[in-house]
């Protein structure tokens, strides 16, 4: 029989994973309460039902898929409803957190009784009756519980390693890319302001034109998901001061990305730096 997923929740990457699960026949539930008319819509395109926190708790698998920010309350939330449940999910924590944070999610599980696993997800959402599907980076003693939903659609790779790996795996790789485009951003922006975009532009094409691609595409993408990349940024800067340094860099990025989703929530089209960052690459 095939499981009941729980995807928690149903923003862009959820409801496109939920919805990969559900066309390979996949019963996946959510939790709609408090969500705005376009998520609700979003979760029934995808062919995710609604279910309260109690059915939520007696589901094969939970996939935690929020904001960082909001990593541990999602834990902290259903966590009486999994003590209570006699059916034990499993917990897959699949955020950008910190490995500490990662560790203190798994704390609060714990005594649940469920089963946790520490994942991080690298790769756009899947497309609907697509065969594409990000990586599913898996740690922990459990990590391998997950692998029963390559059968349904999900593309999982579990890694040798305790929690807190997949969880680091994710934000060394993301501190690459978010960092390589908050760097851009900024300085593409100060460029602007010096009336430097075009020759910067010309010369980036020219000299760098794979690293130009990259920040380009990445930076337009960028502008309705840069709140979300705000917590992400501290939770790299977290990591970084664990591991021994660097921090700084990240903690700068996500005031970055805090300025532009403020523009952005504010006035899309007319906001200061999404002007300029536009203007840049001559949109």
């Not at 349904?152 to 969880?167: E, Q, T, Y």
Request: charged share 20%; proline share 7%.
């Amino acid at each position: 029989m095939s499981p009941v997923v729980t995807v928690i929740a149903p923003g862009s990457m959820g409801a496109a994973v939920g919805g990969r699960l559900a066309e390979q026949g996949v019963k996946v539930l959510t939790s709609l309460t408090g969500r705005s008319p376009d998520t609700i819509e979003r979760a029934r395109v995808a062919g995710l039902v609604h279910a309260e926190d109690k059915e939520i708790a007696a589901s094969d698998f939970i996939l935690s898929i929020v904001p960082p920010g909001d990593a541990i309350a999602v834990a902290q939330r259903l966590a009486p409803q999994l003590t209570a449940s006699n059916r034990k999910p499993v917990f897959v924590e699949c955020n950008a957190i910190s490995p500490p944070t990662a560790e203190r999610i798994a704390e609060v599980i714990a005594p649940t009784g469920s089963a946790f696993v520490d994942a991080g997800i690298i790769g756009p959402p899947p497309k609907p009756k697509g065969r594409d599907s990000p990586r599913f980076y898996a740690s922990g003693a459990h990590a391998h519980l997950l692998e029963s939903l390559r059968a349904h659609g999900l593309n999982v790779k579990v890694l040798d390693a305790p929690i807190g790996a997949a969880s680091a795996f994710k934000l060394s790789y993301a501190g690459v890319t978010k960092g390589l485009i908050a760097l851009g951003a900024a300085m593409f922006t100060a460029a602007a302001r010096c009336d430097l975009s075009a020759p910067l532009a010309a010369e980036l094409e020219q000299s760098q034109p794979g690293l130009f691609a990259f920040v380009r595409g990445g930076t337009f993408n960028m502008f309705p998901k840069a709140y979300r990349w705000v917590a992400e940024m501290e939770q790299i800067a977290e990591f970084l001061d664990e591991a021994g340094g660097g921090s700084q860099i990240y903690s700068g990025a996500a005031r970055v990305y805090e300025q532009i989703a403020a523009d952005w929530e504010r006035d899309p089209d007319g906001a200061e730096s999404i002007v300029q960052l536009r203007s840049f690459f001559g949109k």
